[in-house]
């Protein structure tokens, strides 16, 4: 990318922003991108996976499960990948999510969530407890998101595909936590993917300011009193970015703006004190945005609504002894995971089960029930209930702890570890029937299969061979 491949109108707008700093940028441009991943820190620390790491790679400064990798690896074609130990992020995006203090037990809304970059993130740091809510207003989007989800191995979701504005009518002052990453006009991508360069000439910042404002006032509507959110964006039009939390401002006087503690090569706001930019000739990164907003304590509309929708609403099948102890095998292991388990224990968890259509659901804890939305996943599927027999899911298998799971299985299922180099690992992937070896299970039943003490899914045992149940639509092409 070049500058003569730019738009003239928004080079002049970038030099009017930059002033000396913009030769530097205008460099930038023809320089490589860098790529990234983050660490899924619901399964191991970063620490844990710089041990085990196949990647060369250094730490992202402004995310500490952050790692920069070499643009030539293929970090989608690696066993970990499928055992959801990383998500394959662009540096900079890692902010927002970063930056947005979340806390287990939080209920936290990522508003416009898809592909699913920051919500992997929410989700693992609320360790198995409390709430996410991933929104996207297009299906196909959300379809997308809730497959990273499940990969990830996020046990406390759910999906939605709504307009914020029925979000803010149907839950207000509901959630502690929200992010808002905006659709914007892209600038800050410009270099990493020249097809933003069209759409901005098709709908640039005049575009999407009025849309940005819209969702952030409903973003606003949905956030308690003491909650925090984050507004974010990857262009760098002051009209999209301090302009549009300005307008927010003014028009709430129930909102604070919380500064944002810079980095090395971060910047503040333009005119707005406490936010934080992000400028690819400053940092390893491309262009992105971030403020944090608080809204002030206060008798919100939103505390009965949260007392009041907080339960489960729902029923389960009748299930056969075996499938009674897998599925109290599971929950004890999730419960395990979550490290709560005064009050995440068994009976807790069975009256958050949900059955619908012959799946079994585990609802997270507060889950709205009763909302009349166009929900795509509500909670944890664990299975499909056949004739009694509980038959689990892959978004079970990748919400497991290995050890929580050996610790807690009860005998209900068998666990086979492979090692990274082991070839059945690919063939397991590919959806193959796996031989066995001495001291492997060799029983009848259902075994979880690993790498490295990772879930992969599960195949089920018949003697001296493995039955592959790995679901078919995330095989290894």
């Known amino acids: 990318m070049t500058k003569e491949g730019l738009p003239s109108g928004f080079l002049e707008g970038m030099k009017g922003l930059l002033g000396e700093e913009y030769p530097a940028y205008e460099k930038s441009l023809e320089e490589p991108g860098y790529a990234g991943i983050r660490v899924n820190t619901w399964k191991l620390t970063a620490g844990e996976w710089d041990r085990i790491s196949p990647f060369s790679q250094e730490p992202v400064p402004w995310a500490g499960n952050g790692r920069y990798i070499s643009r030539e690896e293929r970090p989608a074609r690696d066993p970990f990948y499928y055992a959801g130990l990383y998500y394959i992020q662009e540096p900079s995006a890692m902010t927002p999510a970063a930056v947005l203090p979340v ?56 999906v939605t595909a709504e307009t914020p504005e029925k979000l803010a009518a149907k839950m207000p002052e509901y959630f502690d936590k929200i992010l808002v990453d905006a659709p914007c006009s892209g600038e800050g991508m410009f270099r990493r993917d020249e097809g933003m360069v069209k759409d901005w000439e098709m709908r640039g910042p005049d575009y999407y300011a009025p849309i940005q404002r819209e969702i952030l006032g409903q973003a606003a509507d949905l956030l308690r009193p003491g909650g925090v959110m984050v507004y974010s964006t990857c262009t760098f039009s002051r009209m999209e970015d301090e302009g549009a939390v300005e307008d927010l401002l003014r028009e709430r006087q129930d909102l604070e703006l919380v500064p944002i503690p810079l980095f090395p090569g971060a910047v503040g706001g333009f005119g707005l004190t406490g936010c934080l930019r992000l400028f690819p000739h400053r940092v390893h990164g491309e262009g992105h945005f971030v403020a944090m ?19 489960p609403a729902g029923s389960r099948l009748k299930l056969e002894p075996a499938s009674e102890q897998l599925l109290d095998g599971v929950l004890s292991a999730l419960g395990a995971a979550a490290g709560d388990p005064g009050r995440d224990g068994l009976a807790d968890q069975k009256r958050r089960l949900y059955e619908k259509e012959g799946c079994l659901y585990l609802l997270p804890e507060g889950f709205p029930e009763g909302m009349g939305l166009r929900f795509l996943r509500t909670g944890l599927l664990l299975g499909e209930v056949k004739r009694g027999r509980l038959e689990p899911s892959q978004a079970l298998a990748m ?49 979880l299969v690993g790498v490295c003490g990772f879930p992969l899914g599960w195949a089920r045992g018949n003697g001296r061979t493995l039955k592959n149940k790995y679901y078919p639509g995330w095989r290894w092409q």
């Open 103 to 158: 806390e287990p037990g939080d209920r936290v809304l990522d508003l416009c969530a898809a592909p699913g970059g920051k919500s992997t993130e929410l989700g693992a740091r609320l360790r198995g407890r409390g709430f996410l809510l991933a929104n996207d207003i297009s299906i196909s989007r959300a379809k997308a998101l809730l497959k990273n989800l499940e990969l990830f191995g996020i046990p406390n979701f759910c």
């Open 293 to 311: 907003i608080r809204k002030k304590e206060g008798n919100g509309k939103g505390e009965r609504f949260r007392k009041s929708r907080s339960g």
């Open 399 to 447: 919400a497991l702890s290995w050890k929580e799971a050996a610790g807690q299985s009860r005998g209900a299922f068998q666990m086979l570890n492979l090692d990274r180099e082991d070839d059945r690992v690919l063939r397991y992937l590919k959806g193959e029937t796996l031989a066995l070896t001495d001291g492997e299970p060799d029983g009848k039943g259902w075994v």
